[in-house]
């Protein structure tokens, strides 16, 4: 297998001020890998020195085009051919690189990635599934804002999506999935979320059930499934409160000289807290779905929060989590006619007797 | 009007214990209210002594039956017209109280409330809305748990039930009502949000269009309007991070004997910012679209709690939240009934020429 990653260098709010002096970071925690950076070489070529460390390992790929953030995914698609975007999904699909990664515009990103890379038999929609901290470990959440309006298939597939990353990212090879609900009760929720009950309880997973929202962050389960919308909701709904909350906090410590000075003796504790929720560590979110693996990291990311992306797309492809879910997708599909031969067979008795 | 709030003594976790000292607590805050105290007098009566100092501001009602937690509507509806939540109810109804509050049984509150309430014509389901604070300061959600699977009508009366309880509770007569949608543009979002965009829009409502989840808390509307499914979602999810994130911030103080002398210090700042966003200042939501106000508590509220829902209760039913969604929904539909006449005529007269 290939050990190296396509990078997007132009896309994010910072483009290879950002992405290149990762792609080093990356490279230096990850003896065995190798890295492309796509992109505009003038522009590549300035961060290239502070990367004599690494040199073999990487490999500047020119592309002319750029995508831009606000670009249409239609537009980018049809006129964007030769943009540093489309070439790292290119060398994916050649087998240049076992995946790629890019900080650009994420409604172009999925649309080329599904193009160039296609979609795997027995999906019918590419996710995005990011991880998140929960009390004790982490979460994988999906789909988070492609997908609106989803059938009970469609979760389902999100499911079998979803497990596999974690199994090939945490080595969790038997991840608890569960449906996110308005109650743990099977009765309840909208109709959709009834029927993928029944069928991830017949998918051979480990579904433990429905999660309220509540159990996203108390650790109930390794890989939380909804539809894009809620997922969406839910994601954002969680940002907003956390900034809330951080902007209160520094309020208060900021609000008299008595409590400037109880900040400075809580700093390290406070660090700590923070640190451990650090939004780069989380940086990476998965394109499920698709024959080769495109992942995307948030346009706002520095050095660190891209390095961590990059290192995440470098797990999961080593751990095959696209082959994982390939195989996955196949043994449901002898299950699903061996069901239906048996049904088949007994009907056909029934006809003779 | 009636100043009286008739409250189900026996609902919520602790029963008199906690709802009795709160309705002394309620009325001392409120010199011109009064109560009923709904539920068994037994269990009532060694309470009151606490409360002689509100001699004649309140009365007890003697109810025998109680609805249970883990009971279903259905069932309550049907066995138990004597309980508590049913007395309290006719209460209003019958026009000697001008709301209730139970912080018993959601759904066979909820179904209670309907059967005997009524709804209000024009409405065809009653929503759920709670209060929760912002950046700066607060916002009324809804729907929150009673309906899924909405139809744009449906968040079109969500919007107008919101924006008359913004006005009752925060005097704000033209409250910014936003619908909860997973991107600003009117282009995203499913379809059903895409319909009641254009329903809010005539509504003559200050609608301002979409925000999405880490709107809510950044103040961007005074109303947020959504399906009960994904409200009920954003609304436990942003419990469980609280929780996650208030656990982790005391397990970092307490790490080591450093990190709790910094707690010790930056204990009052802490606490006020604890205060800041205490829950229970935040209890007490809405059931809308009744004929009649019937508010619910927090199951687990304490006395503190409690007696916050009661002074919103009181609040809602002094400001006629009531009378101001029935006056709204009058407006609209002499409104299409204009639109619908004026069509109507120039369709005649294209007959005629």
Chains 1, 2 share one sequence.
Not at 80 to 91: P, T, Y
Not at 155 to 172: K, P, S, T, W
Request: proline share 3%; with cysteine; charged share 20%.
């Amino acid at each position: 297998m290939s050990h190296t990653i396509a990078i997007d260098c132009m896309g994010g709010d910072y483009g290879p001020a950002v992405t290149v002096p990762a792609a080093f970071a990356f490279l230096r925690g990850h003896l065995e890998a190798k890295v492309m950076l796509v992109g505009q070489k003038a522009k590549i070529e300035p961060f290239l020195a502070a990367g004599a460390d690494c040199a073999g390992r990487y490999e500047v790929v020119h592309a002319d085009d750029v995508v831009a953030m606000d670009e249409s995914p239609t537009s980018a698609l049809k006129n964007k051919k030769k943009s540093s975007m489309r070439l790292a999904l290119n060398l994916v699909k050649d087998g240049q690189a076992c995946g790629s990664l890019s900080a650009g515009n994420t409604g172009a990103l999925m649309a080329m990635s599904r193009f160039v890379l296609k979609m795997l038999p027995g999906i019918d929609r590419p996710a995005i599934c990011p991880v998140m901290p929960t009390i004790n470990g982490r979460v994988y959440m999906l789909d988070l804002g492609a997908n609106v309006d989803c059938t009970p298939e469609h979760l389902l597939q999100f499911g079998i999506m979803g497990a596999m990353l974690a199994a090939a990212l945490d080595h969790n090879e038997y991840p608890r999935v569960a449906l996110l609900n308005i109650g743990e009760e099977e009765i309840k929720g909208n109709e959709v979320v009834k029927e993928a009950t029944l069928l991830l309880k017949a998918s051979g997973l480990n579904f433990v059930g429905n999660v309220e929202g509540d159990g996203i962050y108390q650790g109930e389960a390794d890989v939380v499934v909804c539809d894009g919308f809620v997922g969406n909701v839910a994601l954002k709904t969680s940002e907003g409160l956390a900034h809330m909350l951080a902007h209160s906090l520094k309020q208060e410590f900021s609000r008299s000289l008595f409590s400037r000075l109880a900040a400075l003796v809580a700093l390290p504790v406070l660090n700590r807290f923070k640190a451990r929720f650090d939004p780069r560590q989380y940086n990476g979110a998965s394109l499920l779905g698709l024959k080769g693996l495109s992942m995307k990291s948030h346009g706002g990311a520095d050095a660190v929060a891209f390095a961590h992306a990059l290192a995440r797309a470098y797990d999961a492809a080593s751990n095959q989590v696209v082959e994982r879910i390939s195989a996955k997708l196949a043994e449901l599909r002898e299950r699903q006619q061996a069901i239906e031969g048996a049904a088949a067979d007994e009907q056909a008795e029934k006809e003779n007797a």
